[in-house]
Antibody, heavy 116, light 106 residues
Framework: EVQLVESGGGLVQPGGSLRLSCVASGLTFSNYWMGWVRQAPGKGLEWVAN????????YYVDSVEGRFSISRDNAENSLYLQMNSLRAEDTAVYYCSTGGLTFDSWGQGTLVTVSS | DIQMTQSPSSLSASVGDRVTITCRASQTISRSLNWYQQKPGKAPKLLMH???SLQSGVPSRFSGSGSGTDFTLTINSLQPEDFATYSCQQSYIGPFTFGGGTKVEI
């Protein structure tokens, strides 16, 4: 069974930084595209970023381009999202997922709150 | 960006009912359409991919149809565990946009 466990969320001031992590188990991590999807409180889902199997291809939604960076460590079965210059509108639950286009398995999510 | 519009935004139904949810794309996406189910406080779960392919483990009372710009998710004989929010998502081209969701409630 695939398990994805996110961590690293919390309260951060506008303009601050945060690094999210996702540890995967139950799959051959290096075979999968991986992605981050977020959900603002009471809102719908929004794809944030994805990364291919060896990390050579990365794609972002326009609203985070230049501020967020997705990366992975296949030796550690881990996915990361470095978030810089955070804004209030980045407040959301961030989910780690398998897949680049279709999101097959999901973690439980980690809450990021951007507020002063 | 491709806009995904779901209707209705919410609906009331009873156990045993047949429920249909519609998703419309702002431009053609072939059959690159996925459906997710989400319960309160939980992560989404993939139900259907490529418009009509049931994800492994998902009950056969769920079905999907459509191509181009118009898609439907049908739940036959609604069960108590089906009360949730359902969202569509296009996987045709980035950014991979989601619909606003349809809340199915009693």
């Amino acid at each position: 069974e695939v398990q994805l466990v996110e961590s690293g969320g919390g309260l951060v001031q506008p303009g601050g930084s945060l690094r999210l992590s996702c540890v995967a188990s139950g799959l051959t991590f290096s075979n999968y595209w991986m992605g981050w999807v977020r959900q603002a409180p009471g809102k719908g889902l929004e794809w944030v970023a994805n990364i291919n199997q060896d990390g050579s291809e990365k794609y972002y939604v326009d609203s985070v381009e230049g501020r967020f960076s997705i990366s992975r460590d296949n030796a550690e079965n881990s996915l990361y999202l470095q978030m810089n210059s955070l804004r209030a509108e980045d407040t959301a639950v961030y989910y780690c997922s398998t897949g680049g286009l279709t999101f097959d398995s999901w973690g439980q999510g980690t809450l990021v709150t951007v507020s002063s | 960006d491709i806009q995904m519009t779901q209707s209705p935004s919410s609906l009331s139904a009873s156990v045993g009912d047949r429920v249909t949810i519609t998703c419309r794309a702002s431009q053609t996406i072939s059959r690159s359409l996925n459906w997710y189910q989400q319960k309160p406080g939980k992560a989404p779960k993939l139900l259907m991919h490529d418009a009509a392919s049931l994800q492994s483990g998902v009950p056969s009372r769920f079905s999907g149809s459509g191509s181009g710009t118009d898609f439907t998710l049908t739940i036959n004989s609604l069960q108590p565990e089906d009360f949730a929010t359902y969202s569509c998502q296009q996987s045709y081209i980035g950014p991979f946009t989601f619909g606003g969701g349809t809340k199915v409630e009693i």
